[in-house]
């Protein structure tokens, strides 16, 4: 560049293959490095493939840690009303069958040693129960149900119906199969938030409900018989089971055969 009235010299650029690549190089790492930037400290990662998925990875994670939290919760619930209880008065410290650090852990199943008195005591009730029975009884209106175990398993946590907590928890092992425990139709399966899923089992007046259920292998609508797989355990959740007799809680502890 030169001055047009004295024809100095003003400025001079030298052009040559070299600087043309070092300067277009340059150029390309600043927008590189800029638009690393405005990915990483704007919502523009958002739309970038695969963001998202693990996006709902952590929220299915975070879902699944305040469900724990809450199991935590309802059983500190209960230790509390426990303590309620024993500080009113209300029942004696050797009634209570306690949790281990309130931790759902398989407990030893200690057999009692009944004596003859309650032998006894126990056949006197239960002729005078079928005798009871017998006056009722009509072979038009009989109705025999055979509830098959759910699972292989431990009973961890009994249901409550007197604190609103009707389902009773089962650990299971890896791979363990989950039956229906009557005939019926398959008339609810939905996934939950951790990938689990809940199956209602329905035969009049009785309905089945099974929740985080790791895999199911029947389609709602499916009929099944008693005994048959409709789903699949993997052994690092807990069956929860109810039973419901016309809108009536049943305890499965007192119909199924463990």
Do not use: C
Not at 32 to 56: A, Q
Not at 120 to 136: G, N, P
Not at 143 to 165: E, H, T
């Amino acid at each position: 560049m030169l001055d047009d009235v004295t024809l100095r010299e003003l400025f001079h650029v030298r052009v040559s293959w070299l600087g043309a690549v070092s300067f277009i190089t340059v150029t390309l790492l600043a927008l590189l490095v800029l638009l690393s930037i405005l990915i990483v400290s704007t919502p523009i990662r958002n739309i970038l493939p695969g963001y998202s998925e693990s996006l709902r990875q952590q929220i299915i994670q975070e879902s699944a840690r305040v469900d724990s939290l809450q199991t935590s919760l309802a059983v500190q619930r209960r230790y509390l009303d426990v303590i309620k209880q024993l500080t009113a008065g209300d029942i004696r410290s050797d009634s209570v069958q306690s949790l281990d650090s309130l931790e759902r852990v398989e407990r030893v199943h200690i057999a009692e040693q009944r004596n003859a008195v309650t032998d006894a005591f126990i056949e006197q009730y239960e002729q005078k129960e079928r005798d009871r029975l017998l006056l009722f009884d009509n072979p038009a209106t009989r109705s025999v149900q055979q509830f098959y175990r759910p699972v292989r398993g431990g009973i961890m946590l009994s249901a409550r119906p007197d604190i609103r907590q009707y389902a009773t928890f089962i650990r299971t092992t890896k791979n363990e199969n989950v039956l229906a425990i009557m005939r019926g139709n398959i008339v609810l399966v939905q996934r939950a938030e951790d990938n689990t899923f809940t199956i209602v089992l329905q035969h009049a007046p009785y309905v089945v409900v099974y929740r985080r259920v790791t895999k199911a292998l029947k389609g709602a609508g499916a009929p099944v018989e008693a005994g048959e797989v409709i789903g699949l355990m993997n052994g690092g959740k807990e069956l929860e089971l109810e039973i419901w007799n016309a809108g009536q809680f049943v305890n499965p502890e007192e119909v199924i055969v463990w």
